[in-house]
């Protein structure tokens, strides 16, 4: 069975640093383009940022640039993203996806209705 599984969600103050998780299984996530994305109350999905296997181009969506960080550990076929400065605009569910197709990081962090593997998502809280 293909899945992935978000952890590391939780209560965080302002200025305070989260770093997500997200294992794979049922697939070799090496393979694949890989994303980390958000759904705060009554907004949109957006793409957060994005990594491409090969050269590991990233793509940092401009509210992550300078405050998250991508990676991936193929030996441990797991995913993270490591978020700093956080803000209370930052409180959101946040999911991983994992997609063979995507072309760039960036393609993948914006037309996410074409992804192929979602995880069920972690929330993330930031307040004082």
């Known amino acids: 069975q293909v899945q992935l599984v978000e952890s590391g969600g939780g209560l965080v103050q302002p200025g305070g640093s989260l770093r997500l998780s997200c294992v794979a299984s049922g697939f070799t996530l090496d393979r694949y383009a890989i994303g980390w994305f958000r759904q705060a109350p009554g907004k949109e999905r957006e793409g957060i940022s994005c990594?491409?296997?090969?050269?590991?181009?990233?793509y940092y969506a401009d509210s992550a640039k300078g405050r998250f960080a991508i990676s991936r550990d193929n030996t441990k076929n797991m995913v993270y993203l490591q978020k700093n400065s956080l803000k209370p605009e930052d409180t959101a569910v946040y999911y991983c996806?994992?997609?063979?197709?995507?072309?760039?990081?960036?393609?993948?962090?914006?037309?996410?209705?074409?992804?192929?593997?979602w995880g069920q998502g972690t929330l993330v809280t930031v307040s004082s």
């Open positions: 990594l491409i296997g090969g050269d590991n181009s990233t």
């Open positions: 996806a994992a997609d063979p197709y995507s072309p760039t990081a960036q393609s993948m962090c914006i037309m996410t209705q074409y992804l192929e593997v």
